[in-house]
């Protein structure tokens, strides 16, 4: 249990940095960013716990999470201050949140006992919304509408986990399903990778 | 209750493959078109069982409705690859949706005990969410702030649905309230009709 | 406590002006703008109670909260047919707002038993999301992300409020986070106060 703390922790670092710094190419105050590295953060596993009912959710019965995410939302505009940041390092922070947490939300549905189809659905789910309230806010397409793989490596992540899982090897299943989802945003960022595209034959508009 | 079942089931649907449509326009690769239609599809009713408190939410309870969706999304794609889809498929399945969704949200909050003030305003909420998320998610300006008669359709619907209710016609509310959200609508896409705008004194910007 | 609610009405009221002035810049039909009023004036408090288990939420458990919100957006609307809206009225009724949720929201939450803390993170929650939701749905970059100083003065408020309280002095604190919140947005509104900006070194886009 103590690896998905450990992960659940991770991810709740690297989603914060990902939330700084799409918040530091809108130019905003300090605790502005702060906010926005909170939201993104710990929005994922605060949709999970709310849909499942767990609550108060995960950072209020918590607050460790809290402080992590203010803490590395603030190390990250420190950084930032004296080291140019490389444009790749968000979408790397975000692909390093997304493998976590699609492993993370997958597990915790299967061990309170859902099944691994609404297991699958709530680790994709809780992967990709810290990353969408993070663009929305900003006022940027969110990331998983853009070319490059993204809800499809969430999906491959917690579908290798969930499979892991029903055959016992579930800590086999929690590295896989890290590695499997990473690799594929990897190589999607930069790799250029990606699946056929659905698109209307109506083509008038945009 | 079955009747309230069926048009659950069938809001779904609309809603998924209008979820879907809007994807397609964004050239999103076919798991990306699938994580829009099941949030499109289940948006109203999971913020609906949320402040409610009904949870686990309803698509976790009863996982048909993950299924459901993303089957109608599916069948989206797969139909729109072979056959050129009009442009007024999407606002007439959103419309679907709504007129679905507007009935149930309103029916639900009456079965469970609340007045038919609280039980409009379910109605109203849980049958315009689900297009909001889509309608953001894409970057686009939600259908609710367009020209077009919007909330208010849906607002005829939940209150035609709670009047026939507290009648003792549940069954003929049921039906009158889709139709008259229905037309409503209908009539403002296709027909043109809107109501008076309001708009500031103030016009200088935008 | 009657101030705690009478303040949470203020509140309620003075978003829902906001968001009802935001409709009309965009022109939607008078049901739209009521819509806008009402998620603008609940979205703070729904949020809050969701996340704390506080269910059904508070416009549910107590209705006064809705017809108060349609209300001020409905009366907005008359009055701007007949007077000219200034349009400062808008940031200063989502200032208004933003310091009344941010000392209830910490007041509410400390009250629960929770730690300050978490407390003043509730403040800071509860008073930013009205508006992002608000902004969101208009197409707008959320208030919280421009320059003006935002989340600052929603986060000294909260810790004003906070810390009169641990030194049992919660009615003072009440409106000593209130007018520190208040004034630091006004002073950013009308005095170009700003706090230095975080901008990431790579500067090449945006």
Chains 1, 2, 3 share one sequence.
């Not at 297991?119 to 990709?128: C, E, L, P, W």
């Not at 399903?177 to 209307?200: E, K, Q």
């Amino acid at each position: 249990m103590s690896l998905l703390i450990a992960l659940d922790l991770f991810g709740v670092v690297v989603f914060a940095v990902s939330g700084a710094l799409a918040a530091g190419r809108k130019q905003m105050d300090l605790f502005g960013v702060m906010v926005l590295a909170f939201v993104t953060a710990i929005g994922g596993g605060t949709v999970r716990d709310l849909v499942l009912g767990a609550t108060p959710v995960l950072w209020i019965d918590k607050p460790v999470y809290i402080w992590l995410a203010l803490a590395a939302g603030f190390a990250t505009v420190a950084l930032a201050r004296r080291v140019r940041v490389p444009r790749q390092v968000l979408p790397l922070a975000d692909a390093l949140g997304l493998a976590t947490f699609c492993v993370i939300g997958t597990e915790r549905a299967l061990l309170l006992g859902f099944g691994p189809g609404v297991a699958i659905v709530m680790g994709v789910m809780t992967s990709v919304v810290g990353g969408m309230i993070r663009d929305i806010l900003c006022g940027e397409v969110p990331l998983i509408l853009r070319k490059e793989i993204y809800a499809t490596a969430a999906l491959l992540g917690a579908a290798v986990t969930a499979g892991f899982y029903l055959l016992d090897l579930a800590v086999i299943g929690t590295w896989a399903g890290f590695a499997a989802a990473l690799s594929l945003r990897l190589a999607a960022i930069y790799g250029n990778l990606s699946l056929p595209l659905f698109t209307l034959g109506d083509k008038r508009h945009d």
